[in-house]
């Protein structure tokens, strides 16, 4: 056993540990290694054991996914915008009005 200082919140959900005391640490005698993900919101801390999350994990990847997938959403726009600014800058302003207008009331 040893002793790790462990951050958790108020659901018991364990996003840290580190070997010294500090602010806002819970300490605790723990069985090393620590188990592969407790310190990313993975575990629960319930009566000294490390009892991991199915849902939660499940629900965190999720969340990675969507993030993933947003994020490459972002840089495709990106590269929309700047195949298309050639073009765009050809377009006689009334005519970019018209479209702007029809783009913010089109989903």
Request: glycine residues 4%.
């Given at each position: 056993m040893a002793k790790m200082y462990l951050q958790i919140d108020s659901d018991g959900v364990i996003w840290d540990a580190i070997e010294y005391e500090h602010e806002g640490y819970t300490e605790a005698d723990v069985k090393l290694p620590l188990p592969t993900g407790c310190i990313g919101g993975?575990?629960?801390?319930?009566?000294?054991?490390?009892?991991?999350?199915?849902?939660?994990?499940?629900?965190?990847?999720?969340?990675?996914e969507r993030d993933a997938t947003l994020m490459q959403l972002r840089d495709d726009?990106?590269?929309?915008?700047?195949?298309?600014?050639?073009?765009?800058?050809?377009?006689?302003?009334?005519?970019?009005?018209v479209l702007e207008k029809y783009y913010e009331t089109t989903p």
């Open positions: 993975w575990y629960r801390l319930e009566n000294g054991a490390f009892v991991f999350d199915q849902e939660r994990y499940d629900r965190l990847n999720q969340i990675q726009l990106k590269s929309v915008r700047e195949g298309l600014y050639p073009i765009w800058s050809q377009i006689p302003a009334s005519v970019k009005s």
